[in-house]
T-cell receptor, first 108, second 116 residues
Framework: QKEVEQNSGPLSVPEGAIASLNCTYSDRGSQSFFWYRQYSGKSPELIMSIYSNGDQEDGRFTAQLNKASQYVSLLIRDSQPSDSATYLCAVPYDKVIFGPGTSLSVIP | GAVVSQHPSRVICKSGTSVKIECRSLDFQATTMFWYRQFPKQSLMLMATSNEGSKATYEQGVEKDKFLINHASLTLSTLTVTSAHPEDSSFYIC????????????FGSGTRLTVV
C-alpha cells in the first residue's frame, strides 16, 4: 500500500521564524510531489511542486526533495500569521495520495 | 486558468433525501475527476475517481450505490449522495488533474453537507 506520511502537528512558530514541514513517501518510483495549503473550511490550494532532487524556491517557500531518502520538505521563511493553515503533502500515483497534513500556527 | 467550479457550497438536507453536487471545469476539459471527503480535522480521503464516459472507480469501503458518480461530459462530473444520513455530513471536494501534470491538481471550492 502506497503511503504518504507527515510529521504530526500542530506546529507553532513565532512570526518571522522559519517553519519546517516534512513528508515521507513509500513508493520509490514517485516522480512528482506537491505541497498544498488548506485553510479551515476551504479547499486545498497548490503552493509548491517539485520533481528533481534538491531545492526549489518560490518567494518565501522552498521545497526540498531527496529521492534516496524518500523525503520531501517545505520551508516557509519569515512566517506570517496568514501562513497559519494545514499543509498537505501530495504524491500522485494512479490517483493522488495526500498525507494527513500538518497544522501550522504562526504566533504574532 | 484550470478552474473547477463546485456547487452548492453548502447544503442542509433531511435524513433520507438525496443531494447532488456538481463540479464543472470552466476553461479546460476534465477527463478525470477525483472526489474526496474530509471530516473535521482529518485529511482528504479519496472516495472515487471518475473518468468521462466510463464507470467510476470507488475506493475500498465506499458504497457505490450510495455515492453515485456521473461523468457524462468533459466538463461536468456529479456526485449524488443518496438516502443521506447524519454520518454522511462532511466536506466534499472534487479535484481534476492539470496537464501537464507538473501543474498539479485543481480543486473545487468544496461542498459542506449537513444532514439533519
Amino acid at each position: 500500500q502506497k503511503e504518504v506520511e507527515q510529521n504530526s502537528g500542530p506546529l507553532s512558530v513565532p512570526e518571522g521564524a522559519i517553519a519546517s514541514l516534512n513528508c515521507t513517501y513509500s513508493d520509490r518510483g514517485s516522480q512528482s510531489f506537491f505541497w498544498y495549503r488548506q485553510y479551515s473550511g476551504k479547499s486545498p490550494e497548490l503552493i509548491m511542486s517539485i520533481y528533481s532532487n534538491g531545492d526549489q524556491e518560490d518567494g518565501r517557500f522552498t521545497a526540498q526533495l531527496n529521492k534516496a531518502s524518500q523525503y520531501v520538505s517545505l520551508l516557509i521563511r519569515d512566517s506570517q500569521p496568514s501562513d497559519s493553515a494545514t499543509y498537505l503533502c501530495a504524491v500522485p500515483y494512479d490517483k493522488v495520495i495526500f498525507g494527513p497534513g500538518t497544522s501550522l500556527s504562526v504566533i504574532p | 486558468g484550470a478552474v473547477v467550479s463546485q456547487h452548492p457550497s453548502r447544503v442542509i438536507c433531511k435524513s433520507g433525501t438525496s443531494v447532488k453536487i456538481e463540479c464543472r471545469s470552466l476553461d479546460f476539459q476534465a477527463t478525470t475527476m477525483f472526489w474526496y471527503r474530509q471530516f473535521p480535522k482529518q485529511s482528504l480521503m479519496l472516495m472515487a475517481t471518475s473518468n468521462e464516459g466510463s464507470k467510476a472507480t470507488y475506493e475500498q469501503g465506499v458504497e457505490k450505490d450510495k455515492f453515485l458518480i456521473n461523468h457524462a461530459s468533459l466538463t461536468l462530473s456529479t456526485l449524488t449522495v443518496t438516502s443521506a444520513h447524519p454520518e454522511d455530513s462532511s466536506f466534499y471536494i472534487c479535484s481534476a488533474p492539470i496537464y501537464p501534470l507538473n501543474y498539479g491538481y485543481t480543486f473545487g471550492s468544496g461542498t459542506r453537507l449537513t444532514v439533519v
